[in-house]
């Protein structure tokens, strides 16, 4: 599954600003490189406000006026952060890359039915001609489980759960080969949460690569093939998910400090908070929060083997 010859979007680089009034900058996205493969679930994880989704809207060329972005991110070949406005509406979003969105409510329009609103799509993504729409949408709602009975009602009157398939149906219509999905599982029970899941790991095993950006720790465990983690605006750790949820476990203090946060696990909360992206301290981000701190961590740590830190937690593999 981590093949990389099939590497499907390659992350280079990637640095994000955001201008604030007054000169002062965000530093949202900060030197974040990583691989996906066709076929893989990558789970982008962290805590709110470390750049998740900042990043995602740069893969999808969506960020808003004030940002600045640079990098490299080569999806089949096509630098997406290079690509004009023409070439991302018209060749990436939708059929290179599909977005399963945050609020699938709010994503869907609300006077539409989903039928008809899938039926547009496929005019606007697909070749199918028109006397052959209805059944192409038919097959869409499908592959993302929409029962057809509930095809002519409107997003108000679905559950959580299937307007969460309705609007991945509309994300698989242009069949890309690059899914995103930012937080998928987002006020959802948590029985809905491992179907909403298990479904999107079907979507990968069909060959797509799936970059699944959540907080859901659980959610990532059970279908990522590799995690990685964010802490203000960079990766510090990138590892296989057997390894990162088993052992040897994280060995960035910090993902280590998530994984014991959980109920399921020492319910122990990491002791501070994260830094305001508009004013990073200088070298590791994490210095400050972290019990293992030392002068090294004056400086920001390479990547090394997966791992961003001047100390990190051995491998006990
Ligand atoms: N348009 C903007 N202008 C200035 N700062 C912004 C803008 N959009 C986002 N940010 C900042 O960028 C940082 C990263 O935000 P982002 O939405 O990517 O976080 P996230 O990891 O997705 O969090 P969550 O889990 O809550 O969705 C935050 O500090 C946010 O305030
Ligand atoms: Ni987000």
């Known amino acids: 599954m981590n093949d990389r ?8 680089g990637l640095t994000v600003r955001f201008r604030l009034p007054g000169g002062r900058r965000v530093a949202a996205v900060s030197d974040v490189g990583f691989d996906l493969a066709a076929g893989e679930c990558l789970a982008l994880v962290g805590e709110s406000g470390c750049g998740k ?39 990436v979003r939708g059929r290179r890359v599909g977005l399963v969105p945050q609020s699938p409510a709010a994503h869907l329009t609300p006077v539409r039915t989903v039928r008809a609103q899938l039926e547009e799509t496929v005019r606007e993504l697909t070749p199918v001609p028109r006397g052959e729409r209805r059944a192409a949408a038919e097959a869409a709602a499908a592959r993302a489980a929409f029962p057809p009975g509930h095809l002519d009602r409107h997003p108000h009157e679905l559950s959580g759960g299937l307007a969460q398939r309705a609007a991945t149906a509309l994300a698989l219509v242009g069949d ?48 990522a093939d590799r995690v990685a983690v964010m802490y203000a605006g960079r990766i510090v750790e990138v590892a296989p998910a057997a390894r990162f949820f088993g052992a040897p476990g994280p060995r960035h203090p910090y993902a280590r400090g998530l994984l014991d946060a959980l109920p399921t696990r020492a319910f122990a909360p990491i002791p501070g908070l ?17 019990a293992r701190v030392t002068d090294a961590c004056r400086t920001v740590p390479e990547p090394r083997d997966g791992v961003a830190c001047h100390h990190p937690e051995e491998s006990r593999a």
């Open 5 to 12: 010859a099939g590497t499907l979007l390659s992350v280079r």
């Open 53 to 91: 989704s900042v990043l995602a809207s740069a893969l999808l060329g969506l960020l808003p006026g004030n940002a600045e972005a640079s990098g490299t991110a080569l999806l089949d070949g096509l630098d997406l952060l290079a690509a004009d406005e023409r070439t991302l509406a018209r060749r």
């Open 176 to 223: 890309a080969p690059l899914l995103l999905a930012d937080e998928p599982t987002t006020g959802l029970d948590r029985a809905l949460v491992d179907r909403t899941a298990d479904e999107l790991r079907r979507h990968t095993d069909d060959g797509r690569g799936l970059l699944l950006i959540t907080h859901d720790l659980a959610a990532a465990e059970r279908i």
């Open 274 to 290: 994260p830094p305001e992206l508009s004013a990073l301290p200088d070298g590791c981000a994490f210095a400050p929060r972290c």
